[in-house]
């Protein structure tokens, strides 16, 4: 019924006023279309994976979603640099790009026509995000790096492992000949320890020498960026 009320209003519009009125539609029709593959996949409010959702109309240009599991409303962008805004995705476009420019508060609010409390809003909004995004990224990293750490610890303990192995091979004669002048199996196994464990410990030492050497080297380059590694003791003593 109430497109058929539609029609009969559309003809007795002027050209200008039907050219507007399709601007609008388009307007929706592209809306539509950007909103149609931005369902959740799991709800930001209580975290559930898969629960379904219901679809609550839209504020301003984005899709509202209830979810049944929480009963919360969100829109799709929930989690998002542009959730919880009025402003339009060309608009954040526009901020971002100015405020990587290091142009000024009322530079950026002037050139999306905001006042100069919602760009301060939207700044702060922005550098939350990206210390947000920069952690996560630095997490990604440590456990890589961790990871990484980690196989080869277990590579050169194999190492160590068969290297002793072939020493005590090559060594039989010996063995045999302290064995001869009285020495217990004892002794001679607290020899090659020791021999291991001081070989380990040296090389636990260079390790460490070499790694500070190149940390040190790494932030003389990156010095201007603001940026500082160091040597986790943590990591040194599991590494130890």
Request: with cysteine; proline share 1%; charged share 20%.
């Amino acid at each position: 019924m109430a497109r058929n009320k539609l029609v009969d209003m559309i003809g007795k519009l002027s050209e200008e006023q039907v050219e507007r009125l399709s601007g609008i539609a388009m307007e929706y029709l592209d809306m539509n279309t950007k909103v149609e593959d931005t369902a959740p996949k799991s709800c930001p409010c209580c975290g559930a994976a898969n629960a379904h959702f219901i679809k609550r109309g839209f504020s301003g240009r984005k899709q509202r979603y209830q979810c049944k599991s929480c009963g919360k409303r969100f829109t799709f962008d929930a989690g998002k640099l542009t959730a919880y805004s009025h402003q339009t995705e060309e608009a954040w476009a526009t901020f971002i790009r100015d405020t990587l420019s290091l142009k000024s508060l009322d530079e950026c609010a002037a050139n999306i026509s905001v006042s100069h409390p919602t760009s301060f809003y939207m700044r702060h909004k922005l550098l939350s995000f990206l210390e947000e995004a920069l952690n996560d990224i630095t997490s990604v990293l440590s456990i890589l790096l961790g990871g990484i750490a980690a196989i080869s610890l277990v590579v050169g303990g194999i190492g160590i492992m068969n290297i002793m192995l072939v020493t005590v091979t090559e060594r039989t004669r010996e063995i045999g000949i302290r064995k001869a002048i009285g020495a217990s199996r004892g002794t001679i196994l607290m020899q090659f320890l020791m021999e291991a464990v001081v070989l380990c410990m040296l090389g636990c030492g260079l390790g460490i020498f070499l790694s500070w050497s190149i940390l040190q080297i790494v932030n003389t380059v990156v010095a201007s960026l603001d940026m500082v590694f160091r040597l986790n003791g943590g990591v040194v003593l599991i590494a130890v």
